[in-house]
């Protein structure tokens, strides 16, 4: 692993079993939720996840933060290969990862106060600090993430503040350790628009003070083009798409990335073009083809599609896309650009 990566992932896969019928005709069905997936997250970076609900974005991102047990694969974490460490080993290194999750409303204990909430992880990885010890740290933490003073925020519980502050106060939990690297799911999702903007400013300041990587989990282009140094595009469990933000966003090379950007960038063009665009369909993390995980949608499929599954493909530095068709793809220009 190169000294400037910090999470390298090889082959990752997750199948779940799904029983459908009854007790006499039983039907066993497995969902490949992450597919052989490869990438790595470079130090200091914010690595973008987009993708329809159910491509594994968030399934990938729990089996880093090891909340989940991959089915194979390999997750190494600054060097440690988080797979096979056993769950006392697993424990230690939870003090370097923490994950933001997408709703504020389910995530903080509504019996706590806040300081208990954002004091649990030095409870559980510090314990040898004093009790004041911690509430300075839960101050700090708690204005770092502009709550401030700390004073009026940390003694309330969590229905008495807004959604944008229960969201800062998830925030200030995940930062206490002082962590090496944050999963941040779709944490701005579940907020009215008027307070995107101040979390998502808030986590770019706290990546700057603390050198934190980062992974944000999107559904949002425009969030990820302004958070995001580089953006892994996934469907069906697969990437099809990495590379620099801007060579995703302006000059997308597979036919499903081309779709996402046309929506956001030009409404009335998609619709007006959509079936040259994409097909009518939905993720189905059932339907494994032999071929390309995205042929049942493409207008662009050739034979190859349907029997030969692309490989990831460097077409520019540091840009890599899964695709036997994206040279003539190319050549079909977006209208606008983000």
Same mark, same amino acid.
Do not use: W
């Given at each position: 692993m190169a000294k400037d990566v910090l999470i390298e992932i090889k082959n990752l896969k997750k199948t779940f079993t799904k029983k459908t019928g009854n007790i006499f005709r039983r039907k066993i069905t497995h969902v490949h939720a992450v597919n052989n997936v490869s990438l790595e997250i470079n130090k200091g970076e914010i690595l973008g996840i987009i993708g329809e609900s159910g491509c594994g974005k968030t399934t990938t991102a729990r089996m880093i933060m090891r909340l989940m047990k =991959?089915?194979?694969?390999?997750?190494?974490? @600054?060097?440690?290969?988080?797979?096979? !460490?056993?769950?006392?080993?697993?424990?230690?290194?939870?003090?370097?990862?923490?994950?933001?999750?997408?709703d504020p409303y389910d995530t903080l204990n509504p019996g706590m106060r806040i300081?208990?909430?954002?004091?649990?992880?030095?409870?559980?990885?510090?314990?040898?600090?004093?009790? =004041?010890?911690?509430?300075?740290?839960?101050? @700090?933490?708690?204005?770092?993430?502009? !709550?401030?003073?700390a004073e009026d925020f940390i003694y309330r519980y969590p229905h008495q503040l807004s959604g944008g502050q229960r969201q800062r106060v998830a925030i200030a939990r995940a930062i206490i350790l002082e962590p090496l690297f944050i999963a941040a799911d779709e944490?701005?999702?579940?907020?009215?628009?008027?307070?995107?903007?101040?979390?998502?400013n808030a986590l770019l300041s706290l990546k700057k003070k603390m050198g934190l990587t980062m992974m944000f989990i999107t559904h949002d282009l425009s969030t990820a083009s302004y958070m995001c140094d580089r953006i892994a595009v996934m469907y069906q469990g697969r990437v099809v798409e990495i590379g620099?933000?801007?060579?995703?966003?302006h000059n997308p090379s597979h036919p499903y990335t081309k779709a996402l950007v046309s929506v956001v960038a030009d409404l009335n063009y998609f619709i007006e073009n959509k079936e040259s665009i994409i097909l009518d369909g939905e993720v189905d993390?059932?339907?494994?083809h032999e071929g390309c995980p995205f042929v049942s949608r493409c207008p662009h499929q050739e034979s190859s599609c349907h029997s030969h599954p692309p490989e990831l493909e460097k077409i520019e530095n540091q840009h890599y896309v899964s695709c036997h068709c994206h040279l003539d793809i190319n050549d079909q220009k977006l209208p606008v650009s983000l």
């Amino acid at each position: 692993m190169a000294k400037d990566v910090l999470i390298e992932i090889k082959n990752l896969k997750k199948t779940f079993t799904k029983k459908t019928g009854n007790i006499f005709r039983r039907k066993i069905t497995h969902v490949h939720a992450v597919n052989n997936v490869s990438l790595e997250i470079n130090k200091g970076e914010i690595l973008g996840i987009i993708g329809e609900s159910g491509c594994g974005k968030t399934t990938t991102a729990r089996m880093i933060m090891r909340l989940m047990k =991959e089915s194979s694969g390999d997750i190494i974490f @600054d060097g440690t290969n988080l797979s096979k !460490l056993n769950d006392a080993q697993t424990n230690k290194m939870r003090k370097k990862m923490q994950m933001i999750f997408q709703d504020p409303y389910d995530t903080l204990n509504p019996g706590m106060r806040i300081l208990d909430i954002i004091m649990e992880p030095l409870n559980a990885h510090e314990k040898g600090l004093s009790y =004041e010890e911690k509430v300075v740290r839960v101050q @700090d933490a708690v204005e770092a993430i502009d !709550l401030k003073p700390a004073e009026d925020f940390i003694y309330r519980y969590p229905h008495q503040l807004s959604g944008g502050q229960r969201q800062r106060v998830a925030i200030a939990r995940a930062i206490i350790l002082e962590p090496l690297f944050i999963a941040a799911d779709e944490p701005t999702s579940m907020l009215d628009v008027s307070v995107r903007a101040g979390i998502l400013n808030a986590l770019l300041s706290l990546k700057k003070k603390m050198g934190l990587t980062m992974m944000f989990i999107t559904h949002d282009l425009s969030t990820a083009s302004y958070m995001c140094d580089r953006i892994a595009v996934m469907y069906q469990g697969r990437v099809v798409e990495i590379g620099p933000t801007k060579k995703i966003i302006h000059n997308p090379s597979h036919p499903y990335t081309k779709a996402l950007v046309s929506v956001v960038a030009d409404l009335n063009y998609f619709i007006e073009n959509k079936e040259s665009i994409i097909l009518d369909g939905e993720v189905d993390a059932t339907i494994v083809h032999e071929g390309c995980p995205f042929v049942s949608r493409c207008p662009h499929q050739e034979s190859s599609c349907h029997s030969h599954p692309p490989e990831l493909e460097k077409i520019e530095n540091q840009h890599y896309v899964s695709c036997h068709c994206h040279l003539d793809i190319n050549d079909q220009k977006l209208p606008v650009s983000l």
